[in-house]
């Protein structure tokens, strides 16, 4: 697998809110563009015929200062769902790792790391609030995602040929 830098993983994200502050030299920064929070109960089954998603439901925004043009989310503590502005559309040669953004760590909130593969629109993560309460601004930059090249499948193996037997 190879790392590959921001500026050629820009090019398989889309929807960013501002490309110069979102795009380093080899990562993306994804921003929250809803923040939902889920029904207490989901249910998960072994055949999946009892499979129950938490439902989300989208969380209400406010304003925290009178000059902001963008809302905040005030999240106690619990779990959510957040949907990012951005879609990734990648190629079958690629895989990108999502993980949270080190502002959002420090916070007291956190989203697991977790491998993407193909399209992902909308693309959306679990968030835990782990401290008593976070307030999140909408737009702000909570994830980072970067992207990697696939190595080529290698050749199968030959199997080695017997030694001939010398005489003596």
Request: contains cysteine; aromatic residues 6%.
């Amino acid at each position: 697998m190879q790392l590959v830098s921001g500026k050629e993983a820009r090019q398989r994200i889309s929807n960013l809110i501002n490309e110069k502050h979102q795009v380093h030299a080899y990562a993306v920064d994804l921003t929250a563009k809803q923040i939902h929070r889920l029904d207490p109960t989901g249910n998960v089954d072994f055949g999946g015929s009892e499979y129950v998603a938490a439902e989300p439901h989208p969380m209400p925004t406010h304003p925290k200062h009178s000059q902001d043009r963008y809302q905040w989310w005030t999240l106690p503590h619990g779990a959510y769902l957040v949907e990012f502005n951005e879609s990734a559309e990648l190629a079958d040669d690629q895989m990108a790792l999502l993980e949270p953004h080190e502002r959002l760590l420090r916070a007291g909130a956190e989203l697991p790391a977790q491998y993407l593969r193909g399209r992902q629109n909308p693309l959306s993560t679990l968030l835990s609030v782990t401290c008593a309460q976070v307030q999140i601004k909408q737009n702000a930059r909570v994830a980072t995602l970067r992207l990697f090249r696939l190595a080529p499948a290698a050749a199968p193996a030959q199997p080695a040929k017997p030694a001939k037997k010398t005489r003596r």
